[in-house]
């Protein structure tokens, strides 16, 4: 039973700490929904049917700009953001469960990490053409643009087929283990892993399937902030 003499979290006052703990990995989770969905609503501007001329224009204008800071600074800190969010909420669901499960917790560092490695390759993808013709230097022009509508096809395939079924198994050890520890509660649980099986089996064409991940981040970070808040985590 934790006593006022037992340590949480460091030498802070007893109280302090149940307060602001989980708070790390609830704030970067919220960040990361918001730059995940910003960037790649961006990024998904690309026309798909566009002669090389047209791709030229978009390229050098106002979608080019947004594109730019969609993949050079949006979505490269949202991934840093969801890397945040999976080491605070580790740290978090380690000093909260009786006991540790060395396997769930392997996979969910695992999964969190590659889920942001493949973001991170397909949002490069989708930023090819304009950095091939902002970025080229003189007869960048001329490239291939044909090119692009490849990439922006290889970065949507990586994304969606093979990404967020990564992610569907860091969602699956994650609630996994909030759930032993007391850190979700039930019903949070169940429509988590309803997600889980919606991005492991959806078809792949569906656009609001993308948005599972950002919003069960989103959500399961209002939980942790929540029950931080309201103390509803004391362990007897």
Known sequence: MTTPEEPDGGGAPPGR?????????GLAGLLFAVLFVVGFAIL????????????TEFYEGAGGNGLIVAGFYLVPFSGLSFLWFVAASRHRLSSLARREDRLLDTVQLAAGVLFVAMMYVASAAAVTGVS???LGGAGAGLVPLEQAATMTAYAQSLLTIYAFRTAGVFIMASTTRALRARLFPRWFAVLSYVAVVVLLLAV???RAVVLLVPLWVAAASAVILFRRATGQLEVA
């Not at 700490?17 to 990995?25: I, M, T, V």
């Not at 049917?49 to 047209?54: G, R």
């Open 17 to 25: 700490p149940r307060l602001l703990q989980g708070s790390g990995a």
């Open 44 to 55: 998904d501007q690309v026309p798909q049917s566009a002669t090389t001329a047209e791709l």
């Open 132 to 134: 091939a013709v902002r």
């Open 204 to 206: 792949t064409d569906v």
